[in-house]
């Protein structure tokens, strides 16, 4: 599975912005998508997840409220709305798939950069 994401970059804070995570190769194969991200000094952290059987989602407490997961069927597409951004959102933002029911993930996208000035 390949993973490809778009949608960073610089925004105020109070903004919004919209990461988007197309995958190709594989794709019938995937079972959960999810987004993580690591700023500067810090470990990766887990941001939301989708479940592909039932669309459920799942987000970290520091995003609830503020970020959206979505997924597109048709093109394997998975979204992170972004609003009411913090200095604190910013990172290099990470796409990743899972291709087992155990909640791992084993396909990485290269990142995109969110940056987010007071």
């Known amino acids: 599975v390949q993973l490809v994401e778009s949608g960073g970059g610089l ?3 109070g903004g919004s912005l919209r990461l988007t ?7 019938c194969l995937i079972q959960t998508m999810g987004w993580f991200r690591q700023a500067p000094g ?9 479940t592909f059987s039932d669309n459920k ?3 970290a407490q520091s995003v609830e409220g503020r970020f959206t997961i979505s997924r597109e069927k048709v093109k394997v597409t998975v979204n992170l709305q972004m609003n009411s951004l913090k200095v ?13 029911p155990f909640g791992t993930y084993e396909n990485w996208g290269q990142g995109t950069q969110v940056t987010v000035s007071s």
Not at 42 to 50: C, D, L, N, T, W
């Open 11 to 13: 925004v105020q804070a």
């Open 21 to 27: 995570c197309a995958a190709s190769g594989g794709t």
């Open 42 to 50: 810090k470990e990766r952290e887990f941001v939301a997840s989708i």
């Open 57 to 59: 989602s799942y987000y």
């Open 88 to 100: 604190e959102d910013t990172a290099a933002y990470y796409c990743a798939a899972g291709v087992t």
